[in-house]
């Protein structure tokens, strides 16, 4: 069964930095496209950012670009989140996601613009709380 766990979360002024953590378990990780979502209070959940099997392609909501930074290390079966420069609107609860994508090739080395699309992933954490404050 797969498992991801979110932490690293916290509160923060304006302008700061914030770093949040995905471990995972249960699973082949590199079989897996993984990403960050985020909720505010009465938003729907919106896609942040991603990173491809390989971590060598990533994509990001044009709301982060230039501010946000995905990663992973493979060897740790773990997925970060670099946010820098960060804005009270960036304030929400954090969600790692798992999407299943085997295969060689483009399927490890890309990532589609379904990736972008919350349903596409099948497996994800509980969440973490980021709070910017001002």
């Known amino acids: 069964q797969v498992q991801l766990v979110e932490s690293g979360g916290g509160s923060v002024q304006v302008g700061g930095s914030l770093r949040v953590s995905c471990a995972a378990s249960g699973h082949t990780f590199t079989n897996y496209v993984m990403g960050w979502f985020r909720q505010a209070p009465g938003k729907e959940r919106e896609f942040v950012a991603t990173?491809?099997?390989?971590?060598?392609?990533?994509d990001y909501a044009d709301s982060v670009k230039g501010r946000f930074t995905i990663s992973r290390d493979n060897a740790k079966n773990t997925v970060y989140l670099q946010m820098n420069s960060l804005k009270p609107e960036d304030t929400a609860v954090y969600y790692c996601?798992?999407?299943?994508?085997?295969?060689?090739?483009?399927?490890?080395?890309?990532?589609?613009?379904?990736?972008?699309?919350?349903?596409?992933?099948?497996?994800w954490g509980q969440g973490t709380q980021v709070t910017v404050s001002s």
């Open positions: 996601a798992a999407a299943y994508n085997p295969g060689s090739g483009t399927y490890y080395y890309t990532i589609a613009q379904k990736f972008r699309t919350d349903s596409t992933y099948g497996y």
């Open positions: 990173i491809s099997r390989s971590a060598g392609m990533t």
